[in-house]
Nanobody, 121 residues
């Protein structure tokens, strides 16, 4: 069984910063990719940033230059550093991981439970 545990969300003023963490645990062989998605009220879930094989990163255009995704392979953890947060980006942030699971062997996507980030004006 695989679990993704998120932490670090909360309330922040516009222009402020937050750091999200997501740790993967359980029975898997390797992490292929991890990423963060967000879902604002009434909107579809969208990709914010992803990291593949621990090094190749990808960002939504709206967060380039302000957000940084990084990974700690030893801890099976991904981080999202968010700077210059905007009020319109209040959303629930979800961690996603594409893992090579152990039993039965194969690739599978997993989601965290979500963490609420509220940006106040």
């Amino acid at each position: 069984q695989v679990q993704l545990v998120e932490s670090g969300g909360g309330l922040v003023q516009a222009g402020g910063s937050l750091r999200l963490s997501c740790a993967a645990s359980g029975s898997f062989i390797r992490i292929n990719a991890m990423g963060w998605y967000r879902q604002a009220p009434g909107k579809q879930r969208e990709l914010v940033a992803s990291i593949i094989d621990g090094s190749s990163t990808n960002y939504a255009d709206s967060v380039k230059g302000r957000f940084t995704i990084s990974g700690d392979n030893a801890k099976n953890t991904v981080y999202l550093h968010m700077n210059s947060l905007k009020t319109e980006k209040t959303a629930v942030y979800y961690c996603n991981a594409n893992l090579l699971r152990l039993d039965p062997i194969g690739r599978e996507n997993y989601w965290g439970q979500g963490t609420q980030d509220t940006v106040s004006s």
